[in-house]
């Protein structure tokens, strides 16, 4: 049998740095954990922006991992705030990391100095454009947030699309609780870089920056799809429109209340109110827990 041919290595990654440090610590877990099915390739060298679908918290260490083994060094956009803290702020910044003001308005000059950086060092970063868990009742991309789009367009880098199955059987999604498996199956298709000329010199237009968004969307859907073999559904789902909330943990929804009618002008009769039993001072008291619905 013909041996499987070795893909082409950034020289990020073939000289020594911190990387190969962290890369010997996750080699034994993960090994362990996942067993890893990656087809498609990175550039060798030169930005670019990787926009992986979120369904589970593992899932930048599963895509951290195949980013290694594709030969490129994994970078992501972090809180600026994280760069202040002791030893984690240090290790961030020598392992490259993206350094990012998420201050309300800071947006736009956040997506230009990301743009920027990387362009200066060649760079590529990994940013999930979905922003948060998917909260798609079958796991499909939700629509996206614009911060990968603005980022590629304010200095024409590559957006290059890249899907993954197959974490949550590890870390189910909305659930922070480790199913040790071993060698659990990992699927991963990488596309090509997306098409977005018909947007260039469009930053600053908020059509153009949605459009780009949702084509952004579309192909991380269709690359899920062939991983699958399933069909999507045909619109993005939209969590705002099915009373979700976009962030931390979702909330069931609840139907709307009947209308109730409105008493005719005759006087109504106040039921008498029942009197309360005063709680046993003897029984403890529990604190009620959120509800949840239970992944990136």
Same mark, same amino acid.
């Given at each position: 049998?013909?041996?499987?041919?070795?893909?082409?290595?950034?020289?990020e990654?073939?000289?020594?740095?911190?990387?190969?440090?962290?890369?010997?610590?996750?080699?034994?877990?993960l090994?362990?954990?996942?067993?890893?099915?990656?087809?498609?390739?990175?550039?060798?060298t030169?930005?670019?922006?990787?926009?992986?679908?979120?369904?589970?918290? @593992?899932?930048?260490?599963?895509?951290?991992?195949? %980013?290694? *083994?594709?030969? =490129?060094?994994? !970078?992501?956009?972090?809180k /600026?705030?994280?760069?202040?803290?002791?030893?984690?702020?240090?290790?961030?910044?020598?392992?490259?990391?993206i350094?990012?003001?998420?201050?309300?308005?800071?947006?736009?000059?956040?997506?230009?100095?990301?743009?920027?950086?990387?362009v200066?060092?060649?760079?590529?970063?990994?940013?999930?454009?979905?922003?948060?868990?998917?909260?798609?009742?079958a796991g499909?991309?939700?629509r996206?947030?614009?911060?990968?789009v603005?980022?590629a367009?304010?200095?024409?880098?590559?957006?290059?699309? @890249?899907a993954?199955?197959?974490?949550?059987?590890? %870390?189910? *999604?909305?659930? =922070?609780?480790? !199913?040790?498996?071993?060698r /659990?199956?990992?699927?991963?298709?990488v596309?090509?870089?997306?098409?977005?000329?018909?947007?260039?010199?469009?930053?600053?237009?908020r059509?153009?920056?949605?459009?780009?968004?949702?084509?952004?969307?579309?192909?991380?859907?269709?690359?899920?799809e062939?991983?699958?073999?399933?069909?999507?559904?045909?619109?993005?789902?939209?969590?705002?429109?099915?009373?979700?909330t976009?962030?931390?943990?979702?909330?069931?929804?609840?139907?709307?209340a009947?209308?109730?009618?409105?008493?005719?002008?005759?006087?109504?009769?106040?039921?008498?109110?029942?009197?309360?039993?005063?709680?046993?001072?003897?029984?403890?008291?529990?604190?009620?827990e959120?509800?949840?619905?239970?992944?990136?």
């Amino acid at each position: 049998m013909a041996a499987r041919a070795r893909r082409p290595r950034s020289p990020e990654v073939a000289r020594p740095s911190i990387f190969w440090l962290l890369a010997a610590i996750a080699a034994g877990p993960l090994t362990a954990l996942f067993k890893y099915d990656i087809r498609g390739e990175l550039p060798r060298t030169g930005p670019f922006i990787l926009t992986p679908n979120h369904y589970s918290d @593992i899932d930048p260490v599963v895509m951290g991992w195949a %980013v290694w *083994r594709l030969g =490129r060094a994994p !970078r992501f956009m972090a809180k /600026a705030s994280l760069f202040r803290i002791p030893v984690i702020g240090r290790l961030l910044h020598w392992s490259g990391q993206i350094p990012v003001e998420r201050e309300r308005g800071k947006a736009k000059q956040a997506a230009l100095s990301a743009a920027e950086h990387l362009v200066e060092t060649g760079r590529g970063v990994i940013v999930y454009p979905e922003g948060t868990l998917t909260r798609e009742p079958a796991g499909w991309p939700m629509r996206g947030k614009s911060g990968a789009v603005r980022i590629a367009l304010a200095e024409d880098i590559p957006v290059i699309p @890249i899907a993954s199955w197959g974490a949550d059987a590890v %870390v189910p *999604r909305f659930q =922070r609780k480790l !199913r040790l498996r071993w060698r /659990a199956p990992i699927t991963i298709r990488v596309g090509e870089p997306i098409d977005l000329s018909a947007y260039r010199g469009r930053a600053h237009s908020r059509t153009a920056i949605e459009e780009a968004t949702t084509i952004v969307m579309r192909e991380i859907t269709a690359l899920l799809e062939e991983i699958r073999g399933e069909t999507a559904p045909a619109e993005l789902y939209d969590p705002v429109k099915h009373g979700q909330t976009e962030f931390g943990m979702p909330v069931a929804t609840v139907p709307a209340a009947e209308p109730v009618a409105a008493p005719s002008a005759e006087t109504v009769e106040a039921p008498a109110a029942e009197p309360v039993e005063a709680p046993d001072p003897s029984t403890p008291a529990t604190a009620s827990e959120p509800d949840e619905t239970a992944r990136a």
